[in-house]
Every structure is written in structure tokens, then in C-alpha cells.
């Protein structure tokens, strides 16, 4: 029997392994490498984030130590290159396989889970931490349904050239994706948001690290906080990382014919090919573009047995643990109980030291 089996070769599931293995317990780690970031995202990405942000418990395999002379902003594919760097260096073994099923093994905790592969193979593990990052959780509104595509499964822009198109959201992946889309050769981008104008500038996320620290000096932290206080840093969030967008797309933006409509809503589903707006603008859509973020919902994950949740979000221990001792969930599901940093890479690294530190304990024997 494994020690753990690790569902997800993300950033989280690479570093939870990592973290795991230098405990010295085996792991088994299942999936495509990075295949959300290959796959669920357009190669002429840029990160948002910086060469700090990396997946080593220990700080030493990490993005600066790959590359000194870090870019600025990352490529995407030199992320990519990084994760492979860092797995190779760790080494991190992932086993392309399709997990179909996660079930305990009895009803005593200690005795672990199987996994059922979509091959037919069968894994029992004593712990099974999953990884499954956002790609089940994308929000399309109501009205949208069958009309257009949500980002995460439209990366390739090639056929958009000569069409007009409408992207409905505003934050950066509305404002990246319409970049994209325009140097594709688009007629005409409009985007289309109910928040207000976003500014573009330098954004420094180092407002995160004092909260990363105290996620790993105090059990519960987030949890434990006054509403008031969590507020007002999901508010931090919002303004740095949500209304403020990435600089070096705004000189991308004003060579090409991406129009913005801020502070309005799609008031109907498209007809003859138009959407109306809240404003009483009248848009032409060959396409429509869903840039509408993610909301947990962990229900959607096909494999995970069912655990106990919230609103769509597990209910998750200081430790990443689920209802079901020895099954971990890290990530963007587990952002209610431990902040907004855990749907970033930043949270990789806390949450892989959180769920090693429980381990440790937990398969002690
Ligand atoms: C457009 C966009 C840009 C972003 N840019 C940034 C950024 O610049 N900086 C940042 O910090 N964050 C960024 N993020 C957020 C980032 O994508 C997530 O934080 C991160 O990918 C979450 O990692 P994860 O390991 O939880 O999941 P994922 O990276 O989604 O990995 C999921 C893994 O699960 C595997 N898997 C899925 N189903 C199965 C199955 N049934 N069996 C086995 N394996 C399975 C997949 O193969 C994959 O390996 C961005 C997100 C988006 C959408």
C-alpha cells in the first residue's frame, strides 16, 4: 500500500508530493503534468505572478534558482519549464492516469482509500490528497448557457480571426483573453463588465506573505478571523488583484479594436446575433466569451467521494483535511476556510507544509 497518493500534478498536487516524499513516505502521484496551465490556458499567456512564487517546502528548488535571471512577466511556457525543472529535481514521478473513483477502504480512518484508474488499475493509499485546482468550477451565467464558451475552453484564437467578438467579465483574464483574441486578428472585441473601469499598473502581491505566515504559525487562522477582518482583506484582494490589471496590457490594448463597456450588464440572451446592454447598447456577437471567473463547487470533482461541505466548498480541518480523515483538499476549493491566497501558487507551498505536518502525525506508526 501507498503511503499517498497524490491526485493532481498542478502546483499543488507537485508540491504536496514533494513535501510528502521528504518525509520519507512513498507517494504515488497521478495525472498530466501542469495539464491545466497546458491546456485550459492560451500559450501567449503571461503569469501574474512574480519568480518568488514557487513550490519548494524547503526554498531551495525555486523559481529564482531555475532562473536567475527571472522575466518579467513569466511566460507561460517558462513556467512551464520550471514545473517540469522542479518535479524532474525533486524527484517527482507522475503517472498519467485518470483517477475515476476515490473510496475508503473501510470505516476505521486508519485504513486508507482505493482509487479506481480509468486503465482499471486500483491504488490503496493510507492518505489521498487532491489537488483538482478550478477546472471543474467555471461560471457561466444563467442566460449563457449554450451560447458561447467560457474561458478555460477557448485557449486557441486562430478561428476568431475576422469575427467580432464579445467577452462578458472584466478582470484580467477578460482583458488578457481580449488582447489575445485582437492580435488573432478579430474585427472588433468588446468587453463587457459590471464593476468598474480597472486600472492598469505594477501590482505587488506582497500583502499575501504576513498572511501566508500567520496560516502557518496559527492553527485555523483565516477561519478564526472576525468576518470584519476577512473582509477587509478579500477587499485588499480585490482592489490589487482584481481591479488593477497586469501594465503591459494596456499598450497591447490600445493598438487594438477592443472597445470597453464598464459598470453595465448583458440585460438578455443574444437574438439575431445582438446582445442588448443594461445601457441600451446594442452589441454584435459572432462570439461570446465567458470570462466570468470560478466558484467552488466540490460536488463537480467526478471522483472525490462525497465529503462534507459548505456553499460548494468542503469543510476543511487547519489541515487541509476533509470529513474523510486522510483525504486532503488543497486549492482553490479550500479558499473559504483558509483565504484567497490558496486559489493562487502562493498557497502551494503552506498548504503542502500544512497537510506534510499532518501526515507526519497521521502515518506515524
Ligand atoms: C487564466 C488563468 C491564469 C492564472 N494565472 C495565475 C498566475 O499568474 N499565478 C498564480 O499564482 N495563479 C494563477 N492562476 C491560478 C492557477 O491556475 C491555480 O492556482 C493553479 O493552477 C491551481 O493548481 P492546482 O494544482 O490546484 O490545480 P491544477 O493546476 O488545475 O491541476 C489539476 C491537476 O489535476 C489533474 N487531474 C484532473 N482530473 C484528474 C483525474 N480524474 N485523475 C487524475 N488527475 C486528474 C490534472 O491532470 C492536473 O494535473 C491562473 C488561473 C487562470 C484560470
Given at each position: 500500500?501507498?503511503?499517498?497518493?497524490?491526485?493532481?500534478?498542478?502546483?499543488?498536487?507537485?508540491?504536496?508530493?514533494?513535501?510528502?516524499?521528504?518525509?520519507?513516505?512513498?507517494?504515488?502521484?497521478?495525472?498530466?503534468?501542469?495539464?491545466?496551465?497546458?491546456?485550459?490556458?492560451?500559450?501567449?499567456?503571461?503569469?501574474?505572478?512574480?519568480?518568488?512564487?514557487?513550490?519548494?517546502?524547503?526554498?531551495?528548488?525555486?523559481?529564482?534558482?531555475?532562473?536567475?535571471?527571472?522575466?518579467?512577466?513569466?511566460?507561460?511556457?517558462?513556467?512551464?519549464?520550471?514545473?517540469?525543472?522542479?518535479?524532474?529535481?525533486?524527484?517527482?514521478?507522475?503517472?498519467?492516469?485518470?483517477?475515476?473513483?476515490?473510496?475508503?477502504?473501510?470505516?476505521?480512518?486508519?485504513?486508507?482509500?482505493?482509487?479506481?484508474?480509468?486503465?482499471?488499475?486500483?491504488?490503496?493509499?493510507?492518505?489521498?490528497?487532491?489537488?483538482?485546482?478550478?477546472?471543474?468550477?467555471?461560471?457561466?451565467?444563467?442566460?449563457?448557457?449554450?451560447?458561447?464558451?467560457?474561458?478555460?475552453?477557448?485557449?486557441?484564437?486562430?478561428?476568431?480571426?475576422?469575427?467580432?467578438?464579445?467577452?462578458?467579465?472584466?478582470?484580467?483574464?477578460?482583458?488578457?483573453?481580449?488582447?489575445?483574441?485582437?492580435?488573432?486578428?478579430?474585427?472588433?472585441?468588446?468587453?463587457?463588465?459590471?464593476?468598474?473601469?480597472?486600472?492598469?499598473?505594477?501590482?505587488?502581491?506582497?500583502?499575501?506573505?504576513?498572511?501566508?505566515?500567520?496560516?502557518?504559525?496559527?492553527?485555523?487562522?483565516?477561519?478564526?478571523l472576525p468576518a470584519a477582518g476577512r473582509e477587509a482583506i478579500?477587499?485588499?484582494?480585490?482592489?490589487?488583484?482584481?481591479?488593477?490589471?497586469?501594465?503591459?496590457?494596456?499598450?497591447?490594448?490600445?493598438?487594438?479594436?477592443?472597445?470597453?463597456?464598464?459598470?453595465?450588464?448583458?440585460?438578455?440572451?443574444?437574438?439575431?446575433?445582438?446582445?442588448?446592454?443594461?445601457?441600451?447598447?446594442?452589441?454584435?456577437?459572432?462570439?461570446?466569451?465567458?470570462?466570468?471567473?470560478?466558484?467552488?463547487?466540490?460536488?463537480?470533482?467526478?471522483?472525490?467521494?462525497?465529503?462534507?461541505?459548505?456553499?460548494?466548498?468542503?469543510?476543511?480541518?487547519?489541515?487541509?483535511?476533509?470529513?474523510?480523515?486522510?483525504?486532503?483538499?488543497?486549492?482553490?476549493?479550500?479558499?473559504?476556510?483558509?483565504?484567497?491566497?490558496?486559489?493562487?501558487?502562493?498557497?502551494?507551498?503552506?498548504?503542502?507544509?500544512?497537510?506534510?505536518?499532518?501526515?507526519?502525525?497521521?502515518?506515524?506508526?
Open positions: 500500500m501507498t503511503d499517498v497518493l497524490v491526485i493532481g500534478a498542478g502546483p499543488y498536487g507537485l508540491a504536496a508530493a514533494h513535501a510528502a516524499r521528504r518525509l520519507g513516505l512513498s507517494v504515488e502521484v497521478l495525472g498530466r503534468p501542469m495539464s491545466f496551465w497546458r491546456e485550459h490556458m492560451p500559450a501567449g499567456m503571461f503569469l501574474r505572478s512574480g519568480p518568488d512564487w514557487h513550490l519548494d517546502v524547503a526554498a531551495e528548488l525555486t523559481f529564482e534558482a531555475f532562473d536567475p535571471v527571472s522575466p518579467d512577466p513569466i511566460p507561460i511556457a517558462r513556467y512551464l519549464e520550471y514545473a517540469d525543472w522542479f518535479a524532474a529535481k525533486a524527484g517527482i514521478a507522475v503517472r498519467d492516469e485518470v483517477v475515476v473513483t476515490v473510496a475508503p477502504a473501510g470505516d476505521a480512518a486508519s485504513r486508507g482509500f482505493v482509487a479506481t484508474l480509468a486503465s482499471g488499475a486500483v491504488i490503496s493509499a493510507r492518505a489521498v490528497i487532491a489537488a483538482p485546482g478550478i477546472a471543474h468550477f467555471g461560471v457561466i451565467p444563467e442566460w449563457g448557457a449554450g451560447v458561447g464558451a467560457h474561458t478555460v475552453d477557448l485557449v486557441g484564437f486562430d478561428e476568431l480571426a475576422g469575427a467580432r467578438v464579445v467577452i462578458v467579465g472584466g478582470r484580467q483574464s477578460a482583458y488578457e483573453w481580449a488582447a489575445l483574441i485582437g492580435e488573432a486578428g478579430a474585427e472588433r472585441v468588446d468587453v463587457v463588465h459590471r464593476h468598474p473601469e480597472p486600472r492598469f499598473d505594477r501590482v505587488s502581491w506582497a500583502f499575501v506573505e504576513p498572511h501566508i505566515e500567520r496560516t502557518l504559525a496559527v492553527p485555523g487562522w483565516w477561519r478564526r478579500g477587499q485588499q484582494f480585490w482592489d490589487v488583484g482584481r481591479l488593477t490589471l497586469e501594465y503591459w496590457l494596456a499598450p497591447r490594448l490600445a493598438r487594438l479594436p477592443v472597445h470597453r463597456h464598464a459598470g453595465v450588464e448583458v440585460v438578455a440572451p443574444p437574438a439575431g446575433g445582438e446582445l442588448e446592454l443594461s445601457d441600451g447598447t446594442r452589441l454584435h456577437a459572432d462570439r461570446i466569451v465567458f470570462a466570468c471567473g470560478y466558484r467552488a463547487d466540490i460536488a463537480r470533482v467526478p471522483y472525490l467521494p462525497p465529503v462534507a461541505s459548505t456553499g460548494g466548498f468542503p469543510d476543511l480541518d487547519a489541515s487541509f483535511g476533509t470529513s474523510l480523515p486522510g483525504l486532503y483538499i488543497p486549492g482553490f476549493a479550500a479558499t473559504r476556510d483558509f483565504g484567497p491566497f490558496f486559489g493562487f501558487v502562493r498557497g502551494a507551498v503552506p498548504a503542502a507544509a500544512l497537510i506534510a505536518r499532518d501526515l507526519e502525525v497521521r502515518l506515524a506508526t
